[in-house]
């Protein structure tokens, strides 16, 4: 059974950083690809960031453009997404997400893409 297990959330201020891990279990994570999503209170949940397979190609909301990184190490089924200059609006509860589909040089950007799903980590900055 497949099971995904977010960590490393937290609180941080404004202009902090803070470096999220998805620990994937029970699914071939290498032929898997991998996105990170966000939802705010009283907002719906949105795409963040996600990297494919077998090339790691990234692509990014356009709101964490430029502040955060998603990384993948398949060696430890583990995909990171590392953020800088938090602000407010990062505020969230995160999730990490499994795409167990093969998509060619599609980009998995909605929430039905994905078939598995971890139960989030919740990210608060203060201002």
């Known amino acids: 059974q497949a099971q995904l297990v977010e960590s490393g959330g937290g609180a941080v201020q404004a202009g902090g950083s803070l470096r999220l891990s998805c620990a994937a279990s029970g699914l071939t994570f290498s032929s898997c690809d991998m996105g990170w999503f966000r939802q705010s209170p009283g907002k719906e949940r949105e795409f963040v960031a996600t990297i494919k397979w077998p090339y790691a190609n990234t692509y990014y909301a356009d709101s964490v453009k430029g502040r955060f990184t998603i990384s993948r190490d398949n060696g430890k089924n583990t995909v990171y997404l590392q953020m800088h200059s938090l602000n407010a609006d990062d505020t969230a509860v995160y999730y990490c997400?499994?795409?167990?589909?093969?998509?060619?040089?599609?980009?998995?950007?909605?929430?039905?893409?994905?078939?598995?799903w971890g139960q989030g980590t919740h990210v608060t900055v203060s201002s």
């Open positions: 997400a499994a795409a167990t589909r093969y998509g060619g040089f599609v980009y998995y950007i909605r929430d039905s893409d994905y078939d598995y």
